[in-house]
């Protein structure tokens, strides 16, 4: 009877150590900052049960941060975008799968929002930068240039061979969606390459969230005069 107890209490506490070690662990949240990204603050947040995951997770999205920064940046001279900006006009050009879809994006944006939305719309901020410069407001002429300068088709794509080809010399600048774009790649990639609750990715206020995530987003009343007032429920 003695050894059947102990063989009883032996199996016990094997059972129990089994099922103490089968208690999932419990997410932690892991936040980064980074500056100068974009132009502008990273903010990145983990949920992870492994702090050496969540670290998987942040170097991929910032991998491929810096991967579409190459092919998007107007301000760097050697991304993609500024190379083909450089390009001979009327000359199709191949270019990444994803340029031409930035590419896509805008002349598609463009149409459906009868032109407030464009990738040209610099044309009308180096005209006002010019007028602060002279303190004075353009003339009547300098903005109906502007205008039509700015309804212009500046490019033409070829889905058949992915190129894309300049038709005028009209400066471009892909900020608006270029960002977002962007920041949704980056949370995709740190997803898909740890193991990670859910992500969050915030560039200069513009941010995308993903995963098993309960945190609020509070976004400023746009009619408020100040940046710090009370966010819309």
Do not use: C
């Not at 941060?65 to 050009?93: C, G, H, T």
């Not at 149409?111 to 939305?117: H, P, Q, S």
């Not at 560039?203 to 819309?232: F, M, Q, R």
């Amino acid at each position: 009877m003695k050894v059947l107890y102990a063989s009883l209490l032996t199996t016990v506490v094997l059972l129990g150590t089994s099922l103490k070690s089968e208690v999932p662990k419990k997410a932690s949240l892991y936040v980064s900052h980074y500056e100068n990204v974009l132009g502008t603050s990273l903010e990145l947040k983990f949920t992870s049960t492994s702090e050496l995951e969540a670290e998987k997770g942040e170097q991929a999205a910032l991998a491929e941060i810096d991967r579409l920064s190459n092919i998007f940046s107007a301000y760097n001279p050697n991304s993609e975008f500024s190379k083909w900006m450089k390009q001979d006009l009327n000359k199709p050009v191949k270019v990444s799968a994803e340029l031409f879809e930035m590419l896509d994006l805008f002349a598609t944006w463009k149409t459906r929002t009868k032109g407030a939305l464009d990738a040209s719309a610099t044309v009308a901020g180096q005209l006002w930068k010019n007028a602060a410069i002279k303190q004075q407001l353009p003339s009547k002429t300098e903005i109906s240039a502007a205008v039509a300068t700015m309804q212009n088709v500046h490019y033409k794509l070829n889905k058949e061979n992915l190129t894309a080809t300049r038709l005028d010399h009209t400066p471009l600048v892909m900020n608006t969606f270029a960002k977002s774009y962007i920041i949704n790649l980056a949370s995709d990639a740190a997803l898909a390459s740890s193991k990670v609750n859910a992500v969050v990715v915030n560039i200069g206020g513009d941010l995308v969230i993903k995963g098993d995530v309960k945190e609020a987003v509070n976004v400023t009343n746009p009619l408020a005069n100040a940046e710090n007032d009370a966010p819309l429920a």
